[in-house]
């Protein structure tokens, strides 16, 4: 076992940023504000080579966070018992400072689509992720954080609110939450409510990490704005202002800066953590 | 209305389809071309999954051929877990079968060789046995030797030049790819998997030891299929190229 978590038992509340094996020297030579490393868990599934021999070095200098994108928490069907299993083992290896997963589904029928799909909030589907969730955690032996998605579309079946069931989710597992607030300000847009008004709604006392990243601006059917989740792009000044009034409330947070596609020189990423930086030290006095 | 993952995946992968009702926007409109994100979404990753693991047919095909085949590909074979690193298994036998592709029959094997790469890159880290494991052999026990090669070795043989097609698209300054069937070993040095041209016969022999033959009857066996078989070149191709964790008498 590696066991990050005996070297660094908890995130920081300052900046992180979503690894990217372009950026390995940088990080290695002069992290500049990033203080903590997440990691995509499905990325280093494999037997050995560069992913691992990388992961290794850095887990030794800093605290890293993993994140789940492939188990599908919200699949209909039973989680994949393969997939869980590399999940532990994954887990067992590293003892991450944290470990995370999305409140979404991606498998289904033994297709893996590869994206972050949305489920309808009722009370069976709320059953079905926290059995999930408690199978999981029952599984690697620690407690995990649960992501709110980014929302394109609304299901007209769905009796819950998002924040009042990830509320519920997390009291009956004891799971943690993740909150995205760039996925908040993207979902509020798409559907037409007040992204201050989920955060004041949302359980903030249960958010262990605060995720940031880009998003891409389009228009629906009827040029309604509808905005996606991109990670390929800074971080709007809306999202940071929403950031602001949500660290207003909660107090200082580990905040992770995503960015997935069309992945910027260290530069300009470390920028962007700066200014996560900035907004904490706001809070902070 | 309730809308099953069924009914979502299945109208993901085929844009024909109708979005399944019960989607909606915030006035409760019919979600249209917001369910257009996930299809987006899923095709585009699939897609640059698909060229991230297969340059060499990406560069063969061009952009726009080789997206329009990526798209066909990946909704007839999503893939069945969530390890992308191994994502296009069945891209080579899909590239084989492809009728419009007929005309260029080496794509295949192309992507088999990129697959093999691939696979190198992720395979298990293990110690090697170090270039002078053979010369501390007595010769009179070399007949006997059982040969251990490295996880992350892999060998092909194809009818086509796949060695220099896949060179001459990498590699800057490599030749315009000969007319001939090759056998190729790929080989990782630390953590960057590499292709090599095999002499004829050399994919048989090194898969003969991969499977526990000895080095003796491996060697003569191929010379009875490739009488001119050169087992030097081949040996010394494993030897520098860090693939043979043991050698046991």
């Given at each position: 076992?590696f066991?990050v978590?005996?070297?660094?038992?908890?995130?920081p509340?300052a900046?992180?940023?979503?690894?990217?094996p372009?950026?390995?020297q940088?990080i290695?030579g002069?992290p500049?504000?990033?203080?903590?490393?997440?990691?995509?868990?499905?990325?280093?599934?494999?037997?050995?080579?560069?992913p691992?021999?990388q992961?290794?070095?850095?887990?030794?200098?800093?605290p890293?966070?993993?994140?789940?994108?492939?188990?599908?928490?919200?699949?209909?069907g039973?989680?994949?018992?393969?997939h869980?299993?590399?999940?532990?083992?994954?887990?067992?290896?590293?003892?991450?400072t944290?470990?995370?997963?999305?409140?979404?589904?991606?498998?289904?029928?033994?297709?893996?689509?590869?994206d972050?799909?949305?489920?309808?909030?009722?009370?069976?589907?709320?059953?079905?992720?926290?059995?999930?969730?408690?199978?999981?955690?029952d599984?690697v032996?620690?407690?995990?954080m649960?992501?709110?998605?980014?929302?394109?579309?609304?299901?007209?079946?769905?009796?819950?609110?998002?924040?009042?069931?990830?509320?519920?989710?997390?009291?009956?597992t004891?799971?943690?939450?993740?909150?995205d607030?760039?996925?908040?300000?993207?979902?509020?847009?798409?559907?037409?409510?007040?992204?201050?008004s989920?955060?004041?709604?949302?359980?903030?006392?249960l958010?262990?990490?605060?995720?940031?990243g880009?998003?891409?601006e389009?228009?629906?059917?009827?040029?309604?704005?509808?905005?996606?989740d991109?990670?390929?792009?800074?971080?709007v000044?809306?999202?940071?202002?929403?950031?602001?009034?949500?660290?207003?409330?909660?107090?200082?947070?580990?905040?992770?800066?995503?960015w997935?596609n069309?992945?910027?020189?260290?530069?300009?990423?470390?920028?962007?953590?700066?200014?996560a930086?900035?907004?904490?030290?706001?809070v902070?006095? | 209305m309730?809308?099953t993952?069924?009914?979502f995946r299945?109208?993901?992968?085929?844009?024909?389809?109708?979005?399944?009702?019960?989607?909606?926007?915030a006035?409760?409109?019919p979600?249209?071309?917001?369910?257009?994100?996930?299809?987006?979404?899923?095709?585009?990753?699939?897609t640059?999954?698909?060229?991230?693991?297969?340059?060499?047919?990406?560069?063969?095909l061009?952009?726009?051929?080789?997206?329009?085949?990526?798209?066909?590909?990946?909704?007839?074979?999503?893939?069945?877990?969530?390890?992308?690193?191994?994502?296009?298994?069945?891209?080579?036998?899909?590239?084989?079968?492809?009728?419009?592709?007929?005309?260029?029959?080496?794509?295949?094997?192309?992507a088999?060789?990129?697959l093999?790469?691939r696979?190198s890159?992720?395979?298990?880290?293990c110690?090697?046995?170090?270039?002078?494991?053979?010369?501390r052999?007595p010769?009179?026990?070399?007949e006997?030797?059982?040969i251990?090669?490295?996880?992350?070795v892999?060998?092909?043989?194809?009818?086509?030049?796949i060695?220099?097609i896949?060179?001459?698209?990498q590699?800057?300054?490599a030749?315009?790819?000969?007319?001939e069937?090759?056998?190729?070993?790929?080989?990782?040095?630390?953590?960057d998997?590499?292709p090599?041209?095999?002499?004829?016969?050399g994919?048989?022999f090194?898969?003969a030891?991969?499977?526990?033959?000895?080095?003796?009857?491996?060697?003569?066996?191929?010379?009875?299929?490739?009488?001119?078989f050169?087992?030097?070149?081949?040996?010394?191709?494993?030897?520098?190229?860090?693939?043979?964790?043991?050698a046991?008498?």
């Open positions: 076992m066991d978590t005996s070297r660094f038992p908890q995130l509340n900046p992180g940023v979503g690894y990217k372009q950026h390995f940088n290695m002069d500049g504000h990033v203080t903590w490393l997440e990691v995509h868990a499905e990325n280093y599934m494999g037997a050995g080579g560069r691992l021999a992961l290794r070095l850095l887990a030794e200098r800093f890293v966070s993993v994140h789940g994108v492939g188990l599908s928490i919200g699949g209909e039973p989680l994949d018992a393969d869980l299993t590399r999940l532990k083992h994954l887990v067992d290896w590293l003892n991450p944290v470990f995370s997963e999305h409140l979404a589904w991606s498998s289904h029928e033994s297709a893996f689509l590869n972050l799909l949305p489920l309808p909030y009722t009370n069976d589907t709320l059953s079905r992720v926290a059995d999930h969730i408690d199978q999981l955690q599984t032996g620690r407690q995990m649960l992501e709110n998605p980014s929302s394109y579309l609304a299901f007209a079946e769905s009796t819950w609110s998002e924040p009042d069931f990830l509320r519920e989710v997390a009291k009956r004891g799971c943690g939450l993740l909150l607030v760039n996925n908040v300000f993207v979902s509020a847009t798409n559907l037409n409510y007040d992204p201050r989920y955060i004041n709604d949302y359980p903030l006392e958010v262990g990490e605060i995720h940031l880009g998003h891409d389009d228009t629906d059917d009827h040029g309604a704005p509808l905005l996606i991109s990670h390929g792009k800074p971080v000044d809306p999202v940071w202002a929403l950031l602001d009034h949500t660290l207003s409330l909660s107090g200082p947070r580990p905040i992770l800066i995503e997935d069309d992945v910027p020189e260290w530069p300009e990423l470390d920028a962007e953590a700066e200014r930086s900035k907004a904490l030290e706001q902070a006095a | 309730s809308v993952q069924t009914d299945t109208a993901i992968l085929d844009s024909d389809l109708n979005v399944p009702d019960g989607l909606k926007d006035q409760g409109r979600a249209g071309r917001r369910f257009d994100v996930y299809r987006n979404n899923v095709a585009v990753s699939l640059e999954a698909l060229q991230a693991g297969f340059p060499v047919v990406f560069k063969l061009g952009t726009q051929n080789f997206k329009a085949i990526a798209g066909v590909f990946l909704r007839r074979n999503p893939p069945s877990n969530p390890m992308m690193m191994h994502y296009g298994a069945e891209f080579p036998d899909f590239l084989r079968g492809f009728e419009p592709l007929s005309h260029l029959g080496y794509l295949g094997d192309v088999d060789l990129e093999a790469l696979r890159y992720h395979a298990a880290d110690e090697t046995a170090g270039g002078d494991v053979l010369a052999i010769a009179a026990q070399l006997t030797l059982r251990g090669i490295a996880p992350s892999e060998v092909l043989s194809s009818p086509w030049p060695h220099d896949w060179a001459f698209n590699v800057k300054g030749p315009k790819p000969r007319s069937a090759q056998d190729v070993l790929v080989t990782r040095h630390e953590f998997p590499e090599h041209l095999l002499p004829p016969g994919a048989r090194v898969a030891l991969m499977t526990g033959t000895t080095l003796g009857k491996a060697a003569s066996e191929t010379t009875v299929q490739v009488p001119e050169d087992l030097s070149t081949v040996l010394t191709l494993l030897l520098t190229g860090n693939a043979i964790t043991t046991t008498i």
